[in-house]
């Protein structure tokens, strides 16, 4: 049973927030997307295809994003440049 979407909206760090929204995929995958705000000004938007996870597992990666180390290297990429 497919889950209705999840919206949330987190303090990654410091000036940084994310608008968060998880929506089922019809191939059994979700798509975790991300809108990101630095000091309340749009900074950017990105998205993640999470297949071979279960409902819990997605929901509890979009509910912790500052704490997936994986996601967060990302959208500091993203927002920085790569970093060592």
């Known amino acids: 049973m497919a889950i209705e979407p999840v919206s949330l ?3 990654l760090e410091n000036r940084l927030k994310a608008a968060i929204n998880l929506t089922a995929m019809s191939d059994d995958g979700w798509l975790l997307s ?3 705000m ?3 000004e749009p900074a950017g938007e990105l998205s ?3 297949h071979g996870y279960s409902e819990d597992e997605a929901l509890q990666i979009a509910k912790d994003v500052k704490n997936n180390h994986f ?3 990302e959208i500091d990429e993203y927002l920085w440049g790569e970093s060592d």
């Open 48 to 50: 993640f295809n999470l």
């Open 38 to 40: 630095y000091d309340g």
């Open 9 to 11: 909206i987190t303090a």
């Open 71 to 73: 996601l967060m290297r």
């Open 34 to 36: 991300l809108k990101l």
